[in-house]
């Protein structure tokens, strides 16, 4: 089995930098960053929307499955662990893909999670060139050799609108999908102190993320129903060490279920 990093599946959660937000559209609000937010909460309210420009998030962790180029599980891991908050994520993130530059995968990254990183990069000064300035790198619009966005893949970039996003695809095969946390939850999580929640959510989305890309492997042909049966029997096995080791995944494992089209 090959253990090198050929694909770096990953997610991201975040929560909303409110210092930057307050400095930036409400500056009569100095150093009253929870003002300015709940304004601007309000603002998007009166709009019919509730979600804050990327611009002004901050990643609180990052989940990652690195995967050999067997399509296999290699290490099921959050990032940052060693050196806590949001420069040590961002430059643990960073470093694992200028170390083993490899094709990342995800869902909407390419609109969102990429994006964040990159701003964040910005903003700490991290060297991100190898990523940035490759002619049909993973910065390319329509590029999958690099830059596997599931979304885009599933979407057909833009031109089918499915309702339910990673939750859509991820039921469809069986697996849990969104469960008691939700995206919009993250932010109250993180002022309550759930950090441990935080990371368990996020864990179960990046899983989610692996069992579509694997059945978009499917779809193109590149394995068979088989093949994916293996890998997802492997996967399971491998959730349940994490869980035994360090407590993660234990919903997740729980309302796992295997895909049967018998049932469709």
């Not at 304004?39 to 509730?50: M, P, T, Y």
């Not at 643990?92 to 995800?106: K, S």
């Not at 910065?139 to 309702?163: C, I, P, Q, V």
Request: hydrophobic residues 40%; charged residues 30%.
């Amino acid at each position: 089995m090959s253990t090198q990093m050929r694909y770096l599946v990953y997610d991201i959660e975040t929560v909303t930098d409110k210092i930057l937000l307050q400095r930036v559209l409400y500056p009569e609000l100095e150093a009253q960053e929870e003002e300015a937010y709940q304004k601007h909460l309000a603002e998007l309210a009166e709009e019919g929307r509730d979600f804050i420009n990327p611009a002004f998030h901050r990643p609180v962790t990052i989940g990652v499955v690195a995967v050999n180029s067997d399509f296999e599980i290699t290490k099921i891991g959050l990032l940052g662990k060693e050196n806590p908050g949001t420069r040590g994520l961002v430059e643990h993130f960073w470093e694992t893909y200028n170390q083993h530059r490899p094709v990342l995968v995800d869902f909407n990254g390419k609109s969102f999670d990429i994006r964040v990183l990159e701003l964040w990069a910005y903003r700490l000064g991290i060297s991100i060139a190898s990523f940035h300035f490759e002619k049909y790198g993973p910065r390319n619009r329509y590029s999958e050799e690099r830059h596997f966005d599931l979304h885009e893949f599933l979407t057909n970039f833009g031109a089918a609108r499915w309702k339910g996003g990673l939750n859509l695809f991820s039921k469809i095969l069986g697996k849990p999908g969104k469960m008691k946390t939700q995206g919009h939850m993250v932010q109250e999580l993180f002022d309550q102190g759930k950090l441990i929640e935080i990371d368990d959510y996020c864990l179960s989305d990046v899983m989610d993320t692996y069992f579509v890309f694997l059945r978009t492997l499917v779809l193109r042909g590149i394995i068979d129903l088989d093949r994916e049966k293996f890998l997802v029997n492997a996967a399971q096995d491998q959730m349940g060490a994490m869980q035994d080791k360090e407590g993660f995944l234990k919903d997740y494992l729980e309302n796992f279920r295997f895909w049967d089209p018998e049932q469709i």
